[in-house]
């Protein structure tokens, strides 16, 4: 079963704007994760946030995660055309510890 | 160089066959993951493995089987059973079981004909 949700599903912005990708869950968390897939590549791991974190950053990114309202985001500041990819969010359920995707959020970025 | 290793990266099966996808890592990793990803599903995980020598089901395991006799090396079969297997076919490892990062293969694209 499916864990996380993101959202939007497709996001298309301009170089140098700001990208926000949302991802929502059901049950409670030990850690929420967030990773880039380039298209027909493997994913990559960006971040990792803990439950008992608000807020983390690294070099243009920014997670937040509220475990009141279930939900994480992931703010990619001035973007770049290299930053096209699909975004997922992945938790790790208190209790039960493999990884439980969402289906991703595409994001394009134009020159 | 560290990573994990995925072979073939593109599979071609006739119906009724078996294959087997392979999947190495030299990141001394202990825990090994095999996920499905199909257009607009995200990943669903098929089996994992937090030891040599044992493994557990995950959340769509029917018409897979795996083995993990080394601690570098988690093999998956497609066996003929599985009805629809023409998917992207990703393999993970991570340090540890709990909580840690997941580092990715670059995955297998198994097409049935």
């Known amino acids: 079963s499916q864990q996380g949700e993101e959202d939007p599903q497709a996001l298309s912005i301009q170089e140098g704007e700001n990208a926000t990708m949302n991802c929502s869950y059901k049950t409670s968390i030990n850690n929420l994760q967030w990773y880039r897939q380039n298209s027909g590549r493997g994913l990559v791991h960006l971040i990792l946030i803990r439950s008992n974190e608000r807020e983390k950053h690294s070099g243009r990114l920014r997670v937040t995660l509220d475990t009141s309202k279930k939900s994480s985001s992931l703010l990619i500041t001035a973007s770049r055309a290299a930053d096209t990819a699909s975004y997922f969010c992945?938790?790790?359920?208190?209790?039960?510890?493999?990884?439980?995707f969402g289906k991703g959020t595409m994001l394009l970025v134009s020159p | 160089d560290g990573g994990i290793t995925q072979s073939p990266k593109y599979l071609f099966r006739k119906e009724g066959q078996n294959v087997t996808l392979s999947c190495e890592q030299n990141l001394n990793h202990d825990a090994m993951y095999w996920y499905r990803q199909d257009p607009g599903q995200g990943l669903r995980l098929i089996y994992y493995?937090?030891?040599?020598?044992?493994?557990q089901k995950g959340d769509i395991a029917e018409g897979y089987s795996v083995s993990r006799e080394k601690k570098e090396s988690f093999p998956l079969t497609v066996t003929s059973a599985q009805k629809n297997p023409t998917a992207f076919y990703l393999c993970a490892s991570s340090k540890e079981w709990e909580s840690t990062e997941a580092f990715f293969g670059q995955g297998t694209r198994l097409t049935v004909v």
């Open positions: 992945a938790t790790v359920n208190s209790g039960y510890s493999t990884l439980t």
């Open positions: 493995s937090q030891i040599v020598n044992d493994f």
